[in-house]
């Protein structure tokens, strides 16, 4: 599925597809402008009829309540409008977001860190709603208020008019000024909550590591520091925010008490100013309610340009690179696996890590992949899996492209143990199928069964539904339950990424002999930088890494 390309067209597309909730929120904005004009008016009626000692009519004082009550009951529902569009906005950006995910190759996820991605989906998509619920919506409702009263003004004095539009220059080119200096602030602030959202996990993760070296105060520094930018960030974007209301509300008293003292006047002056003292108190309303929402206005500017900000980084994630997708789905079971002439690199400026490399693994046989650390072990496994596709040359899995292989069913083809156990939330089959639907129960007591756990699992509480913790098992258990995980689904190839690397001895017999049980009957690819190592098959075919390309080099 190809992923919105950015906020925009999401927006769009959210406009098409809810033209109802769309209609009515203009609707709904134009009519509650319309009620917020009207009630200045019958208020100078009213005024002008007392002043000339006549006696208001009943019907105009209900009429004026009862339109300022209406104007409140529009407002009420254009917020609510506002609201719900951009709950569905957010909730099309979360999704496009979450597809574009799927797309992605494993080298975003190494590249960049966890906390910064995830900020992008909260952080980021919440200062979109807010682009809606108190952002653009309400200063294009508030800019069209402003005109119409610009309008009415003119036509009751056409100096407090003047007057205005003298303001409203001045008063663009500081909104503009405090809108740049506020962006930059809130781009700065971003970046900080990100390196923050990944410091969080990062340090909890390596609690026992930080406690036993006693690096407490450097990690408090490191996110004291990262507070302390997203903090002075914050502070400008307030303190910007809070000089530029003072500053409108002083505009607008200056301004109105230069028109009254003006329509005091006698001859020209108070031709130009002069105006009833039913016109007066409008005036005063409409000039309230004119500078009223370019305070509102400068309040949102914040709102605004976060979600700029927001946007920004938002269609940078949905912009990034996807994995490629190949169409040759050729079969062929002669060879298990076959690197051809396979050069790659993790990034451009980087040193090829293979060059020209070549491999044929035959269907049924074990391989070991020893050598020095950093020689491509594991790179060439991630290259065999389908997670890193290669600049040069193919790697294929039984004649077919691993980039070809659907999603839903690579767990049928490669089963893949790392040194250690991931745990994820849930129960003991929630470890073992990973949520997948495929994966049923007997599924999960075979594959616990063919590792050594099953009696295990049957002790406890729920059995394989009890919620699986930290310290429910040993550190060999995990991995034996890693190995479960592995070939529960039973794949063609199993990959094994230095598993007994960090297990004692007698764990390492236990894990190998789960792995002898696991690796009959297909393919296994392993690797360790011993050579002796992955004793699990004497007769598996050892491959020095080192050597091999050093053969491709003298060639």
């Known amino acids: 599925m190809k992923t919105e390309a950015s906020v925009a067209r999401i927006i769009g597309r959210t406009i098409r597809n809810r033209r109802v909730l769309s209609a009515l929120l203009i609707l709904t904005i134009v009519f509650s402008i319309g009620f917020t004009i009207l009630p200045p008016l019958v208020l100078e009626k009213i005024v002008d009829t007392l002043t000339a000692g006549e006696q208001i009519l009943l019907s105009v004082a209900v009429g004026y309540f009862g339109i300022t009550a209406v104007s409140g009951l529009l407002d009420a529902a254009k917020e609510s409008l506002i609201t719900a569009f951009g709950q569905e906005v957010t909730h099309q950006i979360r999704s496009a977001m979450s597809e574009k995910l799927k797309l992605l190759p494993a080298s975003?996820?190494?590249?960049?860190?966890?906390?910064?991605t995830a900020s992008r989906f909260v952080n980021d998509v919440n200062t979109v709603d807010n682009l809606f619920t108190?952002?653009?919506?309400?200063?294009?409702?508030d800019l069209c208020k402003l005109v119409s009263i610009l309008v009415i003004i003119f036509t009751k004095s056409t100096g407090l008019g003047l007057l205005l539009l003298l303001a409203t220059p001045m008063l663009f080119g500081m909104t503009r000024q405090f809108q740049k200096k506020m962006l930059k602030a809130q781009m700065e602030n971003r970046v900080a909550v990100g390196r923050t959202n990944q410091q969080i996990p990062e340090t909890l993760n390596n609690m026992r590591t930080i406690r036993v070296l006693q690096q407490e105060p450097y990690m408090l520094e490191r996110y004291g520091?990262?507070?302390?930018?997203?903090?002075?960030?914050?502070?400008?974007?307030n303190f910007y925010d809070a000089v530029y209301s003072p500053i409108v509300v002083s505009i607008s008293s200056l301004l109105i008490g230069i028109v009254m003292a003006a329509s005091a006047q006698s001859g020209a002056v108070q031709l130009f100013?002069?105006?009833?003292?039913?016109?007066?108190?409008?005036?005063i309303a409409y000039v309230g309610n004119f500078f009223g929402p370019l305070e509102s206005i400068g309040m949102e500017i914040q709102n605004v340009q976060s979600a700029v900000a927001g946007v920004r980084r938002i269609n940078e994630f949905l912009k990034e690179k996807e994995q490629k997708k190949g169409t040759d789905q050729r079969m062929d079971d002669t060879a298990a696996v076959r690197v051809s002439d396979m050069s790659f690199r993790y990034h451009d400026r980087d040193q090829e890590i293979f060059h020209s490399f070549c491999l044929t693994v035959r269907n049924g046989e074990s391989i070991?992949?020893?050598?020095?650390?950093?020689?491509?072990?594991?790179?060439?496994?991630?290259?065999?899996?389908?997670?890193?596709?290669?600049?040069?040359?193919?790697?294929?899995?039984?004649?077919?492209?691993?980039?070809?292989?659907?999603?839903?069913?690579?767990?049928?083809?490669?089963?893949?143990?790392?040194?250690?156990?991931?745990?994820?939330?849930?129960?003991?089959?929630?470890?073992?199928?990973?949520?997948?639907?495929?994966?049923?129960?007997t599924q999960?007591?075979?594959?616990?069964?063919?590792?050594?756990?099953?009696?295990?699992?049957?002790?406890?509480?729920d059995g394989i539904h009890t919620l699986c913790t930290e310290n429910l098992f040993s550190q060999g258990q995990f991995q034996l339950l890693s190995i479960a995980r592995a070939v529960v689904l039973n794949p063609r190839i199993l990959l094994l990424d230095e598993i007994t690397a960090n297990l004692d001895s007698q764990t390492e017999k236990m894990v190998l002999s789960a792995?002898?049980?696991?690796?009959?009957n297909r393919t296994v690819i392993s690797v360790s930088h011993r050579l002796y190592d992955g004793a699990h098959d004497q007769h598996a075919r050892v491959l020095n890494i080192n050597v091999c390309k050093k053969r491709l080099r003298s060639d």
């Not at 975003?108 to 910064?116: A, M, S, T």
């Not at 520091?225 to 974007?237: G, H, K, L, M, N």
């Open 134 to 141: 108190s952002g653009i919506i309400s200063m294009a409702a």
């Open 225 to 237: 520091d990262t507070i302390e930018q997203s903090y002075r960030a914050q502070e400008r974007s």
């Open 273 to 283: 100013f002069g105006m009833s003292a039913g016109t007066a108190a409008a005036m």
């Open 515 to 520: 792995l002898r049980a696991a690796s009959r």
């Open 444 to 461: 999960i007591r075979q594959a616990l069964d063919l590792v050594g756990l099953k009696e295990t699992v049957e002790k406890l509480p």
């Open 108 to 116: 975003y996820f190494i590249e960049r860190e966890p906390g910064v």
């Open 368 to 441: 070991l992949l020893a050598g020095r650390t950093g020689a491509g072990k594991s790179t060439l496994i991630k290259l065999i899996a389908g997670l890193y596709q290669p600049q040069q040359g193919e790697v294929r899995v039984f004649g077919r492209k691993p980039d070809t292989i659907p999603e839903n069913e690579k767990r049928r083809w490669f089963g893949y143990v790392e040194q250690q156990f991931r745990l994820v939330s849930g129960t003991v089959a929630d470890q073992v199928s990973l949520f997948d639907s495929q994966v049923t129960d």
